[in-house]
């Protein structure tokens, strides 16, 4: 049986230093980091993370600001706010919450906010800093999911990692946080042959959104597996992508959903806010 990978227990960590950091910071600078979230219209899913997400900057002493607007705002008023956060020194972390209503940009959107403060790491000026391999804030699930590694002591140099899912906020910058580790890389998306591949990595990272997809009988026995994966089934039951059952009997280490990447992004996003606030990509 593989190891459980232990999500709540380090985004618990994280939390730990972070709040360790905050009052150094509050102490040392007179330096109170602060979050800025905007939230547009009334998406279900979204409320619940825009609250978890001020409930952790205020657990952990930030400041923090919610701003909902409705389902109906122009565009131009969605940018004119967050060029007011912007240029507010006392936020140092602005998140729009995505989805956003269709006839919104999101692109646009995610532009416009200062690559500075980009604590989702989603601004083109943050994924051309990743893809060149030079500091810059990172998207939180994929970051969060390097420290999964790094506290499961998976030794990544050297290692073949294969990536299943190519989305702009998981898979692709996690195959280019893996390439920075010197991890050799294959990228895999609908075309891929699935079984092919994932036999030959030593670490699997799983991010498609297709309930229970990777096999077991696929998986390198001893590999390390780590599921993105946040799927609801028809039972209501929370699943991964990866067949936890029959991949635990493989992995040398898993991680477990609920449990595993779900609770690291959050953690990972108030990392984030204090880089931002203290410069300190
Ligand atoms: P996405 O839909 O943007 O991207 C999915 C990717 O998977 C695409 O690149 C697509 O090519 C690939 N894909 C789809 N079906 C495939 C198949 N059958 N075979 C191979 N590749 C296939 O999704 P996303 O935003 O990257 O999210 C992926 C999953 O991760 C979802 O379940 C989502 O809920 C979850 N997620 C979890 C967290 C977290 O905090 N734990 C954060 C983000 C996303």
Redesign the pocket.
């Known amino acids: 049986m593989a190891q459980l990978i232990d999500g709540k227990a380090v985004a618990a960590r994280v939390r730990a230093e972070v709040k360790v950091e905050v009052e150094r910071l509050k102490a040392q600078r007179e330096l109170t980091p602060g979050l800025a979230v905007i939230r547009v219209g009334e998406d279900p899913a979204s409320k619940i993370y825009v609250t978890g997400k001020k409930k952790a900057a205020e657990e952990l002493g930030f400041n923090s600001w919610e701003h909902h607007l409705e389902a109906s705002i122009f565009q131009d008023e969605l940018l004119a706010l967050v060029q007011k956060l912007n240029a507010d020194p006392a936020v140092h972390g602005i998140l729009v919450q995505l989805p956003l209503p269709r006839h919104i940009d999101a692109e646009r959107v995610i532009a416009t906010v200062s690559p500075e403060k980009d604590v989702d790491g989603f601004h083109p000026i943050n994924a051309g800093l990743l893809s060149l391999g030079k500091p810059g804030l990172r998207p939180c699930?994929p970051f969060g999911v390097m420290r999964l590694l790094e506290e499961a002591k998976c030794e990544i140099a050297g290692k073949r990692a294969v990536v299943?899912?190519?989305?702009n906020?998981?898979?692709k910058p996690q195959a280019l946080m893996l390439l920075q580790a010197d991890a050799t890389v294959t990228i895999?998306?609908?075309k891929?042959d699935?079984p092919r591949e994932v036999a030959m990595a030593d670490i699997l990272v799983v991010?498609?959104?297709?309930p229970e997809?990777i096999q077991g009988e696929w998986i390198k026995p001893g590999a390390v597996v780590i599921d993105?994966?946040?799927?609801r089934r028809a039972d209501g039951k929370l699943v991964g992508?990866v067949d936890f059952q029959s991949a635990s009997q493989r992995a040398s280490a898993i991680t477990p959903v609920p449990g595993g990447?779900?609770p690291?992004?959050i953690a990972m996003l108030m990392r984030n806010t204090i880089i931002a606030a203290t410069g300190g990509v």
């Open positions: 699930t299943v899912g190519r989305s906020i998981v898979g895999c998306h609908r891929s699935l991010a498609v959104g297709v997809l993105v994966g946040q799927n992508d990447v779900g690291m992004t």
